[in-house]
């Protein structure tokens, strides 16, 4: 792969990402909702505590609004990173580091797309190593 094919892989990277926080949008969206209709509901006023290994959480509502924060974040850094990638940004490459690792995590497609994004992203092309003089071979 050469230098050209490279920066052409990052942007199609890039653009996926933008993708992806864009389908994570509705998702957003619909988590708030999800949220707001269970602290309604008669079953949120039922959980009086929640116990998680050596912790006692009072009351475990409060978690429940850490899923659309989450979501948001993960929406906002999959944005931001394949804007950072599509425009060839200097900091694109390393901020997009963070989305291709959180890919991992969702099995088996994430996985396989997540390992390909980090292999391409830490990929140098041997024009850019012979002008930088870190030839090895």
Do not use: C
């Amino acid at each position: 792969m050469d230098l050209k094919d490279h920066d052409n892989n990052l942007r199609i990277i890039g653009k996926i990402f933008i993708v992806i926080g864009l389908i994570l949008v509705p998702l957003s969206i619909s988590t708030f909702f999800f949220v707001d209709m269970i602290s309604h509901s008669d079953l949120w006023h039922e959980i009086r505590h929640f116990d998680v290994m050596f912790m006692e959480i009072h009351p475990p509502q409060n978690l429940l609004y850490m899923l659309p924060i989450l979501q948001t974040l993960a929406l906002v850094v999959f944005v931001i990173s394949g804007y950072g990638l599509a425009t060839q940004q200097s900091w694109g490459k390393k901020f997009a580091i963070v989305p291709a690792v959180l890919l991992l995590f969702k099995f088996p497609i994430g996985t396989a797309l997540g390992g390909y994004m980090i292999y391409a992203i830490h990929y140098v092309p041997k024009e850019e190593q012979v002008t930088n003089g870190n030839e090895t071979a």
